[in-house]
């Protein structure tokens, strides 16, 4: 063989053992792409509260306190602020799917270096729909909670 020759097989496979680790990276990482924090089409169909029409985000795209306060929620409490948390949420502004008045609750979400409950709320449905907003109900996410 050829020193030539050597070089061109040693070339091609360094170009081989490079794409496949393109591909390898990829594959594990999710096209190579940070966790997408809106969930698919049909992974929104099975989320209570995405036929809303409001965007899709997981719960692990959403800020660390968001994932502690649906802890709480699911666990019954306690909540940092009992006269607040678990409230009817009246939905005055009507950006939710309108139902009846009792229909949805609000728990605070804490902001770290706050002094006072802040502006992230998570407002829960009685059909285990699961929202977040992060500007004191200006706007709102549907959140998929097993994400």
């Known amino acids: 063989m050829t020193p030539r020759r050597r070089i061109?097989?040693?070339?091609?496979?360094l170009i081989v053992l490079v794409l496949a680790g393109w591909l390898i990276r990829d594959?594990?990482?999710g096209s190579g792409a940070t966790a997408p924090t809106t969930t698919s089409a049909s992974a929104s169909a099975t989320v209570p509260g995405a036929s809303s029409g409001l965007p899709v985000k997981t719960l692990s795209s959403?800020?660390?306190e968001a994932a502690d306060t649906w802890k709480l929620i699911q666990k019954g409490g306690p909540f940092p602020y009992p006269r607040n948390d678990g409230v009817v949420f009246h939905n005055n502004g009507n950006l939710l799917p309108?139902?009846?008045?009792g229909y949805y609750h609000e728990y605070t979400?804490?902001?770290p270096g706050a002094k006072n409950r802040a502006t992230r709320r998570l407002i829960t449905g009685s059909?285990?729909?699961?929202y977040y907003t992060d500007d004191h109900y200006d706007s709102f996410v549907v959140v998929d909670p097993t994400r």
């Not at 061109?8 to 496979?13: D, F, H, K, S, Y």
């Not at 309108?98 to 008045?101: A, F, G, I, L, Q």
């Not at 059909?127 to 699961?130: D, N, P």
């Open 98 to 101: 309108r139902n009846k008045d």
């Open 8 to 13: 061109t097989i040693a070339l091609v496979g």
């Open 62 to 64: 959403l800020p660390k």
């Open 127 to 130: 059909q285990r729909e699961l």
């Open 27 to 29: 594959l594990s990482s």
């Open 109 to 111: 979400v804490d902001t």
